[in-house]
């Protein structure tokens, strides 16, 4: 099936029915994502949880809520990091209230979590990317640099990655043992 309209909006996004399928929004474009794995879920939850549990007061961690990046594309991250105070029943978030978006490769979202979505996210000005390959599980932490995209942009450069421990200074002091999210 494909689609006859590449103009939708976010507001068309927010106005599908609760009971529509997990969807993201990109260049006017509304794409169904794939089911995720047993492995991907549990690599999700237990990242998520060890966030919520690591993270300052005024951080939140949450699975799998909406970004609006800009007036045409939505995405969804696996797992994010936002600023605290952001009214419960939001389904939509901002840029600016995202420090970090981790997105948890699968077979099917390859190239998109490896290519697409950082660039999506650099240009939203989102501070944190990290991307985690499953097999064998190993994170890659991103920050947003200097260094200019062909679009003008600003992108990601790589701080850290690891199978084993992932130390970083930010978004705030982890110290996070791989094995932690894997078991």
């Known amino acids: 099936m494909r689609q006859q309209r590449a103009d939708y909006t976010l507001a068309d996004l927010l106005a599908l029915p609760d009971d529509a399928p997990r969807v993201e929004l990109v260049d006017g474009v509304i794409q169904v994502t794939p089911s995720p794995t047993l492995d991907h879920q549990s690599i999700s939850f237990l990242l998520c949880r060890w966030l919520a549990d690591h993270a300052p007061e005024h951080l939140r961690a949450t699975l799998a809520v909406g970004v609006a990046l800009n007036a045409n594309t939505s995405r969804q991250p696996d797992v994010l990091l936002h600023r605290a ?76 990655e690891s199978a084993d421990l992932v130390e970083l200074a930010e978004p705030f002091d982890i110290k996070l043992p791989v094995a932690e999210i894997t078991r």
């Open 85 to 160: 105070g952001i009214a419960a029943d939001q389904s939509l978030l901002r840029p600016e209230d995202v420090v970090l978006a981790v997105e948890v490769v699968s077979p099917g979202t390859r190239r998109v979590d490896r290519f697409a979505k950082p660039g999506e996210y650099a240009a939203a000005g989102i501070p944190y990317y990290w991307r985690i390959e499953q097999d064998p599980v190993h994170l890659y932490a991103y920050r947003i640099g200097d260094r200019i995209g062909p679009g003008g942009e600003r992108q990601y450069e790589l701080v850290a």
